[in-house]
């Protein structure tokens, strides 16, 4: 009932900048918590960002000062300004937005997943 469109991701060299973005749509009453998890090759997905509806971050020690996480409440958008990307940066990216449906059932959706490779 909620649907996910990711987009932003591809191939950058070491020091080069990507955006994500993320709209969710359907039959929402309200957003909570959004966010950005990276998982990497033979790794375990791990959160990069999220962002509360008040607009408080929590970032992943590796990306702070890199990566900036913002929302956009009316449109129902997360961003990620991914800067100073790094060859392990390279990873999958999928954004995660909970909050409550029309029916009053709260809800736990994830994108589909975004490719980031920094690679020169």
């Known amino acids: 009932q909620v649907q996910l469109v990711e987009s932003g991701g591809g191939l950058v060299q070491p020091g080069g900048s990507l955006r994500l973005s993320c709209a969710a749509s359907?039959?929402?009453?309200?957003?909570?918590?959004m966010g950005w998890y990276r998982q990497a090759p033979g790794k375990e997905r791990a959160l990069a960002a999220d962002?509360?509806?008040?607009?408080?971050?929590n970032y992943a020690d590796s990306v702070k000062g890199r990566f900036t996480i913002s929302r956009d409440n009316a449109k129902n958008t997360v961003y990620l300004q991914m800067n100073s990307l790094k060859p392990e940066d390279t990873a999958g990216y999928s954004c995660?937005?909970?909050?409550?449906?029309?029916?009053?059932?709260?809800?736990?959706?994830w994108g589909q997943g975004t490719q980031v490779t920094v690679s020169s």
């Open positions: 359907g039959n929402i009453l309200r957003i909570d918590a």
């Open positions: 962002i509360t509806s008040g607009g408080r971050t």
């Open positions: 995660y937005v909970g909050g409550m449906l029309n029916d009053r059932r709260t809800f736990h959706s």
